[in-house]
Nanobody
């Protein structure tokens, strides 16, 4: 399984970006998919997650600004980011988890840089 993340870039505070994560195969196989981010000197943190049944979890720090969604027909998960703040600057990683009898497997995309200028 390969995850291809895209959509990052440089944006001014208050602006918007939409990240995309396209899987090499059907995303219906995954129990959940999500976006993590890691800023320099910080640990990687969960930003948002979408479960197979389309329920979502969003970190408190981005609630009401970020929305996660998916399109099964395109094997793609999106992260719509609005009202961006400088503290949102980080490398954003796409993640997918697939359970199995042995426990499960995590898959990661290559990361896409998001930089928010003040």
């Amino acid at each position: 399984v390969q995850l291809q993340a895209s959509g990052g870039g440089l944006v001014q505070a208050g602006g918007s970006l939409r990240l995309s994560c396209q899987a090499s195969g059907s995303i219906s196989r995954f129990n959940h998919m999500g976006w993590y981010r890691q800023a320099p000197g910080n640990q990687r943190e969960l930003v948002a997650r979408i479960v197979r049944d389309d329920s979502t979890n969003v970190a408190d720090s981005v609630k009401d600004r970020f929305t996660i969604s998916k399109d099964n027909s395109k094997n793609t998960v999106y992260l719509q980011m609005n009202s961006l703040k400088p503290e949102d600057t980080a490398v954003y990683y796409c993640n997918a988890f697939e359970s199995s009898w042995s426990g499960g497997s995590d898959y990661w995309g290559q990361g896409t840089q998001v930089t928010v200028s003040s």
